[in-house]
């Protein structure tokens, strides 16, 4: 008797399972639909992997983390203030829905989960080529020019605003309730007045893929401790003898050390500058890269990408 109900339901549960599966399967097909950007659209639109953080958390960074990026007492805005550039009008609220009028030159959006390979309905926000290729010139009269796309970004100072984006993961306030509690209060008329609301369901997939995302990266960052100690803290991420990459430079060889050789990498001060990449003619820059050490333009290019 006990032997028939175990098989039943073990049936019963390899049903459901396919089902779920199945149900999953159809559903990716929607959420994961692809179109083929244009060469210059994935340059200034698609993101590159390096999705960073739910698009929901995103919307409130400002409010809710911008301790983790400023002094004590100090104000800013978390892009502005590290060199993103920004649309030229903000609108009073940063939502989803409304996720092209404010979001920073280079912040793509995707279904990607951050560090995954597969794709669920809830959107991140990730960095794409133009966010450190992009920039506006400043004009002696202090006016700046449109964003000119291929122009290194020299105000951009990615290896302080990434400490400050692990100051917020460390911050034991952070929560998915923290996240979509501030984001409801922001967004969600808002949203759905702009029929983008997305309903319970969608609520409740944010809800479980936020809080997956959180938990994990939380940890991942965690664990890291132990080789790379604690990212500087606010008070120090404007602080040259800290961080001595400043605006306009990146870490790429300690990134290396870290990567294939799991140590900690923070002896490592080589830096490099964040080129205009519009301009690959030999006979104008035969060597580049941070020591002018690769000649062909396909080896550097393919290292730095
Ligand atoms: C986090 C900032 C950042 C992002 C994002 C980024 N780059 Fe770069 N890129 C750099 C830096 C810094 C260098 C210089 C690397 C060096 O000197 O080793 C560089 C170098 C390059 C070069 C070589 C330029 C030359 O002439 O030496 C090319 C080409 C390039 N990047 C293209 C891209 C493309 C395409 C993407 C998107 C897929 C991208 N980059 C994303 C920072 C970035």
Redesign the pocket.
Known sequence: MIGRWISWLTIGLSVGLILLTSAWLFAERCWAQWTPLSPEDA?IHGT?G?ETFPLKYAAVMQDLSHESFFAEGADGSVWADYGFLLPDDIPAKTCTSNVADWAPVGIGVSSFVQAKAFQTSTKFAG???A???SARLRLPNGSQTPVIHGMGNQELD?IAWSDGVKNAMLDPGLTTDAILSAYDAQCAEFDEANGQGGGVIQSLIDRIIISAWLGGIKSVIAGDLSRYDLPFDNAELRDEIAIPAGPG??R?FRSTVRVSLNLPGADNFVL????V?WE?REDL?PA???DGSIRT?VT??L???
């Not at 490099?272 to 080129?275: L, M």
């Open positions: 340059f590159i390096l960095l794409t080529c966010a450190c290729h990615v430079r990146t790429p490099s500058k964040i080129p990449v690959q820059r580049s890269q941070y333009p550097r290019s290292i730095a990408a």
